[in-house]
């Protein structure tokens, strides 16, 4: 996993801190995004299941996860 | 989802369905960064046979086929999928527009950014239009696209709206 840019950052004041975690935010979407649609699907897949894991937690009802099976075109 | 795509386009060739694309959150995934859902929504064009538009033989063929209905989905090799009949012109369009794209080795179609913004504002749910805002500012779509589509089908001031809040 790469090193987190951020925890190294030393700011003058708080909001520049908040400033760059939110830079920071807009290139990871940006990342994201350019990646290839079956590497998105997989990130997908693993978003689903943590969400699914949440809201079995939280006591709610747990939406059907799609299969791993076919993910990897 | 290869597996559900392709018997998605078994549907088409059989004429139980005469166009599909996808779209919702899983056809976002085609154009950006992926967010969470739980079903495929598929946009589709019913095959017209009179007066009356029906779902019956697709959901029979469906059912036929092994696939199992619950509620407003339709379970297709493990994935929730809700088959939605366009509705209004806005959605014809799109499906008439949609890109032709592959999964894997699957060929399927997925409908444009643009219209997807144009639907997401037309919906006006909540979600939609955070989507919209989200994805307004991050993505790269077709402006002129966009604002002739929002102009025709009445929804450049929910688009205003939308890029006030940026």
New interface residues.
Partial sequence: MAANPLSSLTVATSAELAEAVFRQK?QR??T??AMP??E??Q??LQ??RM?SETLKAAGRPC?????M????? | ???TLRVLNDLESRGLLTRYAIGGAMAL???????????LDIFCLIPETGPLVTMSPLYDALRKDGHTVDAEHV?I????VQFIPAYNTLIVEALHEADD?K????PTRVLRLEHLLAIMLQTGRPKDRQRAALFAT??TFDEPRLLDLLTRHGLFDQWQQIRSVR
Avoid: C, I
């Fill in positions: 807009e979407r940006q994201l995004a649609v079956d998105k699907y990130r997908f978003l689903q969400v939406p059907t996860v799609w299969p099976t076919d993910s990897k075109p | 989802m290869e597996a995934l085609f154009h950006t960064e992926p967010v969470a859902t739980f079903d379970l090799a493990g994935v929730p794209r999964f894997g080795d699957t991050n993505s």
